[in-house]
């Protein structure tokens, strides 16, 4: 039986933590330390699975008190079975320090034809804490809090794999993201968390689907309950970019491409990324005399398709009209929805995201556009000026690696370059009106 990649991979590191959390628990030719109650159900062993046999009536279910979980550690549980039976719901029963019972459902799909792997996340409960001995998966027909089993005597679940995990290790990054394609865990929202106006978006408002998707085997889905206006819902990454050693200027791009799609075009569904900066320097004073410590910048929105589509976004990180000296420590990034119909679901994944400056590719620095302005000398020793009919705010220079190597604010057209090396340079120039020119320089 096929197993997911990644507990191949936990199963390695979990070494180190065997003294505080066992598993995983594969059930090959060997329940381990699980059973059954016999009062629903009997396990059996097999060679690859266990199989769980309904016996008559109650809930079917499988037992430890020897799970010597630590649940400070491990956050997340990752199951693989194949349900023959009409249950549609599975709960993951734990007890807590008094021994109360604490529990965590999640749907699963009836009478299936192969093996499927969820993940439950019992430490969003506040009482996953401490040493876990004692734990109980439980198949329900449905999520009522009696719902004894649906299914008549003989029908079987199988079960292959129950891996406890501790999400941090398997979290992956990509640009200013984690878990950019929505692939870490399993069956979960990892590293992504709702915000805004969650009444307008149905009640499970933002879930992972293995339904869709255009990058690896999961997307991100809104799913519309009504009409979306005024405070949109968004979906944040929890991942606060750092921007070390330099902090970031205001001037530079961001560029953001993602994958969507819609399951309807009536409305026009719409999606915008949006991020926030912590600023670090440089801050304008408000109005009212305090001085600013966020920054919150949005991007164009784009209309989903009923096809997979990737579109793109670049802007630069705020107006330097306004926020001309302004430096950010770091960068969260998000997206948000509006419009679109009642029962509409909307799809993204496999963001891609970059920052000039920082991972600037050479796609990035090959066109150029001379036309809105003239430099000289070119090639240039020392003092390089501008000759343009714009009012500029500032200017940046960029090495061949896509690094900024010069920055300079203000309106001034003649650009001290002595610190350079000799080689081949991108300068950008920055208008008032924020639109931007690029020129190539040689220093000599």
Do not use: C, H
Request: proline fraction near 4%; charged fraction near 15%; glycine fraction near 6%.
């Amino acid at each position: 039986m096929r197993n997911f990649y990644f507990l191949t991979f936990f199963t390695f590191f979990l070494g180190s933590f065997e003294a505080i959390a066992q598993g995983p628990w594969t059930f090959t030719n060997d329940n381990e330390i699980w059973a059954s109650t016999g009062t629903s159900a009997d396990v059996t062993v097999g060679e690859t699975y266990s199989t769980l046999t309904i016996n008559g009536a109650g809930n079917p279910q499988i037992v430890t008190t020897e799970a010597n979980v630590n649940a400070d550690l491990m956050d997340y549980v990752s199951i693989t079975i194949k349900n023959n039976s009409d249950n549609l719901r599975m709960r993951f029963i734990f007890k807590d320090a008094s021994n109360a019972n604490k529990y965590v459902d999640t749907d699963i799909t009836a009478n299936d034809s192969e093996f499927k792997t969820y993940t439950i996340n019992p430490g969003q409960n506040s009482f996953w804490t401490g040493t876990i001995n004692a734990i109980t998966i439980q198949f329900r027909a449905n999520s009522a809090n009696n719902a004894a089993v649906d299914t008549p005597t003989g029908a079987n679940f199988f079960i292959d794999d129950i891996t406890i995990i501790n999400s941090t290790n398997l979290a992956t990054y990509s640009g200013i993201l984690q878990n950019s394609s929505f692939e870490d865990i399993p069956g979960n929202l990892a590293n992504w968390s709702p915000n805004g106006n969650e009444t307008q978006l149905a009640s499970t408002p933002m879930a992972i689907t293995t339904n869709e998707s255009s990058d690896g085997n999961q997307s991100a889905e809104f799913t519309i309950n009504s009409v979306l206006t005024g405070n949109p819902p968004q979906l944040w990454n929890n991942y606060l970019w750092s921007m070390d050693p330099n902090p970031v200027d205001n001037n530079s791009d961001l560029t953001v491409t993602w994958d969507m799609k819609a399951t309807s075009v009536t409305g026009d569904p719409k999606v915008s990324p949006r991020w926030r900066m912590n600023i670090s320097s440089g801050a304008v004073t408000n109005t009212d005399g305090t001085t600013p410590t966020q920054r919150a910048t949005y991007g164009a929105w784009k209309s989903a398709t009923t096809e997979w589509t990737t579109v793109t976004n670049t802007k630069e990180l705020s107006t330097p009209t306004i926020y001309d000296d302004e430096f950010y420590d770091n960068i969260e990034l998000g997206f948000t929805l509006k419009n679109g119909a009642v029962g509409t679901k909307v799809y993204i994944d496999n963001i891609v995201t970059t920052i000039s400056g920082t991972t600037l590719g050479y796609e990035d620095v090959s066109g150029i556009n001379s036309s809105a302005l003239k430099v000289f000398p070119n090639p240039v020793s020392s003092f390089l000026n501008l000759e343009t009919s714009n009012e500029i705010v500032g200017m940046r220079v960029i090495n061949m690696l896509g690094q900024i190597v010069v920055i300079q604010k203000g309106t001034s057209k003649r650009l001290d370059t002595s610190s350079l090396n000799t080689g081949l340079y991108i300068l950008k120039v920055i208008q008032k009106n924020g639109n931007e020119s690029s020129i190539q320089i040689v220093k000599k």
